[in-house]
């Protein structure tokens, strides 16, 4: 079972930068997709940004493209999101995931993923 550790949230003001990462267990991680996820109080969670496993094919959410990059380092078994430009509706609880399936097709449905993180807190102030 992969365990995924979050880490890197913060308050940062308006037009700030921050990177969060998250630090997967096991030796599988190189072998699968990677996904973010954030969730603000009272909001469901909603898709932010997913790297396929070799870091080549990355999605974004509207939301965030641009102004976000996602990355990885398979030799760390880390997975990575620069947050740059941020927002105060970048406010957030951000999930690091790990897809259910090996073969990822870029899916932004919560439900596609079976591993979670316990999230780190991520506030913008205006």
């Known amino acids: 079972q992969v365990q995924l550790v979050e880490s890197g949230g913060g308050l940062v003001q308006a037009g700030g930068s921050l990177r969060v990462s998250c630090a997967a267990s096991g030796r599988a991680f190189s072998t699968y997709a990677m996904g973010w996820f954030r969730q603000a109080p009272g909001k469901e969670r909603e898709f932010v940004a997913a790297i396929n496993w070799s870091g080549e094919i990355t999605y974004y959410a509207d939301s965030v493209k641009g102004r976000f990059t996602i990355s990885r380092d398979n030799a760390k078994n880390t997975v990575y999101l620069q947050m740059n430009s941020l927002k105060p509706e970048d406010t957030a609880v951000y999930y690091c995931?790990?897809?259910?399936?090996?073969?990822?097709?870029?899916?932004?449905?919560?439900?596609?993923?079976?591993?979670w993180g316990q999230g780190t807190q991520v506030t913008v102030s205006s």
């Open positions: 995931a790990r897809p259910r399936r090996l073969y990822y097709r870029g899916s932004n449905d919560a439900d596609d993923f079976g591993a």
